[in-house]
């Protein structure tokens, strides 16, 4: 996918994120320094890096939920770096989240109509239109109309990961932060979401910003990609050349560990990586 030149929906500038150390060890630990990205509005950026690389953090501060002690987050126009509770109540309309565990992240006690009803009986829905717009959630993300009725623990992980994207995008957000999204799940389930998610964006044009460990999928998915490592961006690029072309070390480490589905080519990197 070719980089858009599309004004920024997102601006984030000189992050830093710092938490305090726990026990007697004095200073901080910096968990992302100096990050800066942007993304376009309709598009996707991903965001890959290993465990602990803070890629995450990138995301958790973005929404809010990680201290930022320096740098600025824009979204949509609008300086949000520090914004209090109330103001992000009402950016959920537009800033929503999909987790990494669909497991998790629905209430098992709560029918599925609970679920996806609750932002927008929340933000003041009635319960009419609220039932009209669960019809059309559920017919975005492929799942039967008699889904409402049921609870999280009758749907597999592909399903409830898919319930979790209706739910992400039941207000119509501009920006949705997928943070891991897709690797709980099985590989042929995770083409089937990650294909649901493009097709959401092409009928919507929503935004995404897709954190990942896996370079194929950023591949897939993504039209501009930044690598993460010790909390710094080291390579951003066009998807198709970071994953097939990249030039720092760390990025060609994670692209020879992507996993090829053909095992003579598999066979050949392993041999090219580990010469006898």
Known sequence: MPVTTKAP?????ELRVEYPRAGFRRGSFVAIDSMSVRVPAGTTL?????????????????????????????FDGREITHADARTRRALSADLQVVFQDPYSSLNPAMTIEAILAEPLVAAGTSRAAARARLTELLDIVGLPADSLARLPREFSGGQRQRIAIARAMAREPKLVVCDEAVSALDLSTQARVLDLLLDIQAQTGVAYLFITHDL?????????????????????????QVVTN???PYTRRLVEASPIADPVAQRARRAARHPT
């Open 246 to 248: 990249p030039t720092d």
């Open 9 to 13: 929906l997102l601006e984030v500038h």
């Open 46 to 74: 991903g965001v890959v890096g290993e465990s602990g690389s803070g890629k995450s953090t990138l995301g958790r501060a973005i929404l809010g939920l990680a201290p930022i002690t320096h740098g600025g987050v824009i």
């Open 216 to 240: 194929d999928v950023v591949r897939h998915v993504s039209d501009e990609v930044v690598v993460v490592n010790r909390g710094a961006i080291v390579e951003r690029g066009p998807a198709a």
